[in-house]
């Protein structure tokens, strides 16, 4: 055999060793994954025998156990397949529609009764996480008729506007969003018993204590006054109620001297200003007011009268919806005359018939509402208290009516009267608030007090 013969038969045999050798080695490999298999598949084939075992037990009633770290035992309950899938079911429907979930335990096999058993508890949502269902209903507490914020009470009166004829809006503080309220003014001569009378209609009850200020012996013995300015309440009924101070009052005059307050030049002497601030405050009650009370303790003062006319004339203008016919009007209040501290001659059918006839003369011309609807004007009659005058009032022929049934008679009188719109819009208590506030700023700023002025002495 030539050399080229058995180069090449030793070329063939190396690479016959080699592909023998990487043949080898693959089946070496596949003989590992071999037995790699069987262990997983024994390993699987264990897994299915123990679940196979302790089906049986659970079959047959044994419970099962597992051990702890502690030594103790932890007892468990094995579900099939169904039952989880209906627990899966029955938490989904449970997240879908929250309100219909109870707090109740699981239906299972064996019940509460074996203690041994661990109950699954479908736990409730919370009620600020769940979501509201419309089959449900939910109780809210009302705190308020449009929003549920709480309102702080009142316990006294505050001031609207002050001595030195500044308007406050701390009141704000105790409104609410409510347009059913009503805003009744008081104004008089000084102890006339303004504040007793508006504190008659401001109380729930007789027994509660006073919320305005009333004028006790000592301010009777130094003649002072009690009200500065115009203070305001507001009760749980929302009504809003205002008690301006003494009109024509030397106390006032007094206090103003005392206090070296200086008036605008406009108004040539104190007298002047005092009378100018006296129709400021009863043309702010005119404009803000459903109802206004006069209150008087004798029959009568031509001066006042003269007053309130003038009053009634250097308001300013309010427009409003007039409710039979729609149309832009003025506005003007309801106006009620209380004769206060009356007698037993004064509550006489002909001595009454007397007071009505002469007022209805005097307001004859005037815009405000002052009739009833038989014509006769607005007049409600208030005996006296007898307080610390019992001893002297008890020889006294009494009236017909004591203080309790005239203040009944009174409040009846005056809540039965039908309120007429302030604006031409719906307010609410905020608003009128806002009203207030625009509206002393235009008195305060009006030429025609201050051309009044000048016409007086």
Not at 261 to 277: C, L, R
Request: hydrophobic share 30%.
């Amino acid at each position: 055999m030539s050399g080229r013969g058995r180069g090449h038969r030793d070329l063939r045999e190396e690479r016959g060793g080699r592909r023998g050798g990487r043949d080898h080695g693959r089946g070496e490999r596949d003989f590992e994954r071999g037995r790699g298999r069987d262990r997983r598949g024994g390993g699987r084939r264990g897994d299915r025998d123990r679940d196979h075992e302790l089906e049986v037990k659970e079959r047959e009633g044994e419970s099962v156990t597992s051990p702890t770290k502690d030594g103790e035992r932890v007892h468990f309950k094995i579900f099939k397949n169904v039952e989880r899938e209906k627990m899966e079911q029955q938490r989904q429907m449970d997240q879908d529609f929250p309100a219909l979930v109870k707090n109740e335990s699981s239906p299972t096999k064996d019940g509460p009764e074996n203690p041994d058993l661990a109950n699954i508890i479908l736990k409730q949502r919370d009620d600020s996480k769940r979501s509201e269902s419309p089959a449900v209903s939910k109780v809210v507490n009302r705190r308020d008729s449009v929003s549920d914020k709480a309102v702080p009470k009142l316990r006294q009166a505050i001031k609207f506007v002050d001595e030195n004829h500044v308007f406050c809006d701390g009141i704000n503080d105790f409104m609410t969003d409510n347009t059913d309220f009503i805003v009744i003014g008081v104004f008089g001569l000084q102890n006339a018993g303004k504040s007793t009378i508006i504190n008659a209609l401001a109380k729930l009850c007789p027994e509660e204590e006073d919320i305005f200020r009333v004028q006790g012996f000592e301010h009777q013995m130094l003649a002072e006054h009690c009200t500065n300015g115009i203070d305001i309440y507001v009760n749980a009924r929302r009504f809003i109620l205002l008690d301006c101070q003494p009109l024509l009052s030397a106390s006032v005059m007094d206090r103003t001297i005392q206090l070296e307050k200086k008036y605008t030049s406009e108004f040539n002497s104190t007298e002047n200003t005092m009378e100018v601030h006296s129709l400021q405050q009863i043309g702010f009650l005119f404009s803000v007011c459903h109802t206004v009370l006069l209150v008087q303790d004798w029959f009568t003062d031509v001066n006042l009268i003269r007053m309130v006319m003038a009053a009634e004339m250097l308001k300013p203008v309010t427009p409003t919806v007039n409710a039979e016919d729609k149309t832009v009007t003025e506005y003007f209040p309801h106006f009620v005359i209380v004769q206060n501290k009356a007698e037993f001659t004064d509550t006489e059918p002909e001595y009454v018939e007397e007071i009505e006839g002469l007022y209805a003369r005097v307001l004859k011309k005037s815009r405000l509402q002052w009739r009833k609807e038989d014509e006769r004007p607005l007049v409600v009659m208030i005996p006296d208290q007898e307080g610390e005058r019992a001893d002297e009032l008890k020889n006294r022929m009494k009236p017909n009516e004591n203080f309790e049934e005239s203040v009944k008679t009174m409040r009846k009188t005056i809540f039965s009267l039908k309120r007429s719109p302030l604006t031409q819009a719906k307010l609410t208590e905020k608003g009128w608030v806002s009203l207030a506030n625009r509206t002393w700023d235009n008195i305060k700023n009006s030429a025609f007090y201050m051309e009044y002025s000048r016409l007086l002495p």
